[in-house]
């Protein structure tokens, strides 16, 4: 039997009137999407060597799909430039991406073996080999932190949960203390929730369905110990789901599809903002090339990259003179390349904030196992919906994630954002010749504590104890990750406060490394308003 409940929308999430221009841009895009045979011709090609561009975009993210669109609306050529694959592609089980309960090599990026975030059940591990491919999901290794990130025309988009939130505005000076709140909560952020479809679940439906039980239960539990329990936006789209719960569509979210890619049902930049910018016929994507310098030359810069094949060999190299570049390529892929171009002397005069002010926004795993009158049901949504916002109080927003893994767990599993003062540096490594993160382990000791401030006082009320085989044998705590990398470039710091980078005009960072180290929430929501007010003003005073 159900349990009938009441969250907070605790968010600003989308207003109704939103909610209607979000889905009204969403079908805009799928009939944009029947594009011209020039805007065909003008996507299907890849950039050629010798190029002159009026525009590079390093990366196909949020930040990079804001830029392109923007630049493209206003008249401008711009060619993107991706390491990852297309993602357009059925593999031979005529499915684009793999279900997270059976990895193979389009999981992840150029890796023998899986590294899960989840990387034990019951106390076994669970990792397998994998033939090294291009895949999707990038689990990138620093000295004390794991970073995963999405890799492909779409970039963090084609991996990620979907939780699309956008900070209390009383915080928003914790995330970007130099930008004006009005303008962002009056105009930028009302714009990406549009742009992202960004909608809220039906309670009703959330109330009564079979695959949210795990979420009730985390309800049930969080407002016992007089937690507030709150909805969470997402980019899915609602009725897709329901008609999965109904057995009448092919099933994405309720056949636990996430963390490799959905095959239907998210609203990832594929369905939003790439449309849009094909439908352009002005920007040019070039997949499977990885942007490796950034000089300065006549006309601007000469940017050099690597084309790649599946096997992640360099297959050619190609050098292309842009007039403007726009860094896009995530905090981690930004800053890497800014903190290597300063410090081997392609751009000595970037200023001394380059890969400084990383943080993890806070991010710890941990399960909570349940009483055998407690299940949190064998079907599972792979889409978080709700989460308990103890963050006044303690610090910590705690999203109530789903375990799908087809059987009955008993298990309540957590991924909390916490406040935490750390910030780690990229430095560059000449010896080895490559960047590394200046991030500590110890340092997930004030997240861990922030979660314990919810999760001792649920264990307390219902009598029950920590999962110890999720992490390891016998570790209770996922502190060993992040999802949400953010900074390395800081906004007023590093840059202007637009994103234009000292030392060098016509170069711009866009992305993920503009923030420093905490959105409070989830990032991507922040990421793509930032991207859309920046990129006003830059086309407004720089072109
Ligand atoms: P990003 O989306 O990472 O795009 C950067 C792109 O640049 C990528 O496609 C790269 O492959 C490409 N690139 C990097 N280096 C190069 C190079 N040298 N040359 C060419 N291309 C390059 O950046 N956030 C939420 O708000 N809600 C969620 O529910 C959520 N869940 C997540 C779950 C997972 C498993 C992961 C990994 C992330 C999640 N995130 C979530 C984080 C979110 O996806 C992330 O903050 C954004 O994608 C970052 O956007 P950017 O535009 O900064």
């Known amino acids: ?67 392109a669109l923007r630049l493209a609306q206003a008249g401008v050529d711009v060619h993107m430039i991706e390491m990852g694959m297309a993602w357009d592609t059925p593999g031979a089980d005529g499915k684009i991406f793999a279900n997270t309960t059976t990895p193979d090599q389009r999981s992840f990026w150029l890796r023998t073996r899986t590294k899960q975030p989840l990387s034990n059940f019951l106390g076994f591990p669970i990792d397998k080999d994998i033939p090294r491919y291009t895949g999707i999901l990038d689990a990138e290794e620093f000295s004390g932190i794991t ?104 099933k994405s979210a309720l056949a636990g599809e996430i963390l490799y890619g959905n095959n239907y049902g998210k609203k990832s930049l594929q369905k939003t903002y790439l449309p849009k910018i094909r439908a352009t016929g002005r920007v040019t994507i070039s997949p499977l090339h990885r942007v490796t310098s950034v000089v300065p030359a006549s006309g601007g810069y000469t940017v050099t990259m690597e084309q790649l ?65 407690d299940p949190t049901g064998s079907l599972q949504s792979s889409i978080p919906t709700a989460g308990i916002d103890n963050w006044a109080a303690g610090g910590a927003f705690a999203e109530v994630a789903p375990l799908p893994t087809g059987i009955e767990t008993y298990a309540s599993f957590y991924l909390s954002i916490t406040r935490t003062p750390s910030r780690a540096e990229f430095s560059w490594n000449a010896a080895a010749g490559r960047v590394d993160l200046s991030w500590q382990t110890a340092w997930k000791q004030t997240s861990i504590t922030a979660a314990k401030s919810i999760f001792d006082k649920i264990n307390a009320k219902e009598g029950t104890i920590y999962r110890t085989d999720l992490f390891g044998v016998y570790k209770i705590w996922g502190d060993h990750l992040t999802y949400h990398p953010l900074g390395g470039a800081v906004l007023n710091k590093a840059t202007d406060n637009y ?43 720089d072109l």
Request: with cysteine; hydrophobic share 40%.
């Open 309 to 373: 094949d599946t096997a992640g060999t360099t297959i050619a190299t190609k050098a292309v003179t842009a007039a403007r570049v726009f860094f896009a390529a995530g905090s981690v892929g930004t800053s890497k390349l800014l903190v290597k171009l300063k410090s081997t002397g392609a751009l000595p005069n970037l200023n001394g904030e380059v890969g400084k002010g990383w943080g993890d926004n806070g991010n710890v795993m941990c399960g909570r196992a349940n009483h055998m009158w």
């Open 147 to 250: 970073v995963y990130q999405g890799r492909g025309v779409g970039g963090g988009s084609l991996v990620n949960g979907g939780m699309a939130v956008t900070p209390r505005r009383e915080f928003f000076g914790e995330v970007l203390p130099t930008v004006n709140p009005d303008e962002m909560y009056n105009v930028y952020y009302p714009r990406a929730n549009a742009e992202l479809g960004v909608t809220m679940i039906d309670p009703a439906w959330f109330d009564t369905a079979e695959c949210y039980q795990y979420a009730r239960v985390g309800c049930k539990h969080a407002q016992r110990s007089g937690f507030p329990f709150v909805y969470v936006p997402n980019v899915y789209d609602w009725n897709y789901m329901r008609q999965e719960a109904a057995g009448t569509v092919p």
């Open 1 to 67: 039997m159900a349990h009938t409940m009441r969250c907070d929308n605790g968010f600003q999430g989308p207003s109704r009137r939103s909610f209607i221009a979000g889905t009204g841009s969403i079908l805009g895009a799928v009939a944009l999407g029947g594009l011209s045979p020039a805007a065909r011709a003008a996507t299907s090609t890849t950039i050629s060597d010798a190029a002159v561009v009026p525009a590079l975009v390093i990366g196909t993210g949020y930040a990079g799909c804001v830029t």
């Open 499 to 541: 994103g234009r980078l000292h030392g060098y005009p016509g170069l711009y960072v866009m992305d993920g490394a503009l923030i420093p180290g905490t959105t409070t929430v989830n990032p991507f929501v922040t990421i793509t308003a930032l991207a859309e007010r920046n990129i006003e003003k830059i086309i407004a005073t």
